[in-house]
């Protein structure tokens, strides 16, 4: 398996102000990442430094060999990120299909599955084409997050970045867009990173796992391993504290 993302010695925040440091991990093509941790740890603001919305105070990120750290964020989105943000950043005033079609980008070469389209977005996602014509502001909040996945899906990118996908939605609506994340990462061969409170369903459909605590690695290993030591999880994350 080939190496998909570098990340070295980073240390990012908002201003002057250090959130996260010295984190160095990897992730090879196609691997599922649960990026795990308390509240408040940085596990948003990992994700938004790949996506290049804070301030990188230093080291280093490559995507597929191709350094972001400099790149704006639609250069960071050419290069290969699907950034789903924790709030949902999908056009409201635009229907379904508009806010599917208005970013969507033919598929990149050496993808390994078929290219995203709006078309493959509603196959996996059927709510969706049920609601087609309706504008944004009239989707529940579990359709609103499928939009904002298909969304990234439709940019073809190679890492998708997931922040907490699966917060206040209902039971059966965490259970049909796991279904589809376990799709489009096993079957689709997309490599994703999940940050998520609640970990044992992600550790569950992932392959590698990394806690973050003030803003540094303290924990990462396989999802398997971390998801077979419940107490050891509980520790991590403060479960019970
Ligand atoms: N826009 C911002 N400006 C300044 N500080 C921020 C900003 N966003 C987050 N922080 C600070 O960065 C630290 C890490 O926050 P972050 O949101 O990355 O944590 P998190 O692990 O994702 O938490 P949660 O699970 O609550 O979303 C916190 O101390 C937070 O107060």
């Not at 599955?113 to 989707?139: C, D, H, I, S």
């Not at 867009?177 to 459909?205: C, D, K």
Request: no cysteine.
């Amino acid at each position: 398996m080939s190496e998909l993302l570098r990340i070295e010695q980073l240390s990012a925040g908002y201003g002057e102000a250090v959130v996260i440091h010295d984190v160095t991990l990897k992730l090879g093509e196609g691997q599922t990442l649960a990026l795990l941790g308390r509240n408040g740890t940085g596990k948003t603001t990992l994700i938004n430094t790949l996506a290049g919305v804070t301030r990188q105070h230093g080291g280093r990120i490559e995507l597929g060999g191709v350094a972001l750290s400099k790149l704006a964020p639609h250069q960071r989105a050419a290069a290969g990120i699907g950034w789903v943000p924790q709030e949902r950043n999908i056009f409201k005033s635009l229907t379904v299909h508009e806010n599917l079609t208005a970013v969507a980008r033919p598929g990149r070469e050496g993808s390994r599955g078929a290219a995203w389209t709006p078309e493959r977005v509603y196959e996996m996602f059927p709510r969706l084409a049920e609601r087609k014509t309706n504008l944004g502001t009239q989707l529940s909040g579990g359709e609103q997050q499928m939009l904002a996945v298909g969304r990234a899906l439709v940019l073809n990118p190679t890492l998708l970045l997931l922040d907490e996908p699966l917060e206040g939605l209902a039971p059966i609506i965490v259970e049909e867009l796991l279904r589809a994340i376990r799709r489009i990462t096993r079957e689709e061969g997309l490599a994703a990173i999940i940050v998520e409170q609640h970990p044992q369903a992600i550790l569950a459909i992932s392959d590698e796992a990394v806690v973050l605590d003030h803003g540094t690695v303290v924990h990462a290993d396989t999802a398997a391993s971390l998801k077979a030591q419940p107490e050891l999880l509980g520790r991590l994350l403060g479960v019970g504290r």
